[in-house]
Nanobody, 125 residues
Framework: QVQLVESGGGLVQAGGSLRLSCAAS????????MGWFRQAPGKEREFVAV????????KYADSMKGRVTISRDNAKNTVYLQVNSLKPEDTAVYYC??????????????????WGQGTQVTVSS
């Protein structure tokens, strides 16, 4: 089992940037495919980005390509999400998640067994 704690959210003006972090504890962090999702009020949780166990493979939501970068540091048991050029529609709770199921062609929330509590990102216009 793995425990996940996100940080780095906050209030930012449109056009700004944030770097979200997710610290993991528990079983071997490098065994997990790690993902970021977000959920806006009244909307379903949606995929943002995912990174493979070793960090060599990444995948991004089409809607966010070019604005987000996912990375991980297995020595620090941490995964990061850099989000640039933030827009008001990026306002959501951002969650990190861990999956032991390995790589796939698509990543729905049900592939991820472990979730953090989320960190709020609010983008003002």
């Amino acid at each position: 089992q793995v425990q996940l704690v996100e940080s780095g959210g906050g209030l930012v003006q449109a056009g700004g940037s944030l770097r979200l972090s997710c610290a993991a504890s528990g079983r071997t962090f490098s065994a997990y495919t790690m993902g970021w999702f977000r959920q806006a009020p009244g909307k379903e949780r949606e995929f943002v980005a995912v990174i493979s166990q070793g960090g060599s493979i990444t995948k991004y939501a089409d809607s966010m390509k070019g604005r987000v970068t996912i990375s991980r540091d297995n020595a620090k048991n941490t995964v990061y999400l850099q989000v640039n050029s933030l827009k008001p529609e990026d306002t959501a709770v951002y969650y990190c998640a861990a999956s032991i199921r390995g790589w796939a062609t698509r990543f729905s929330p049900d592939r991820f067994a472990y979730w953090g509590q989320g960190t709020q990102v609010t983008v003002s216009s």
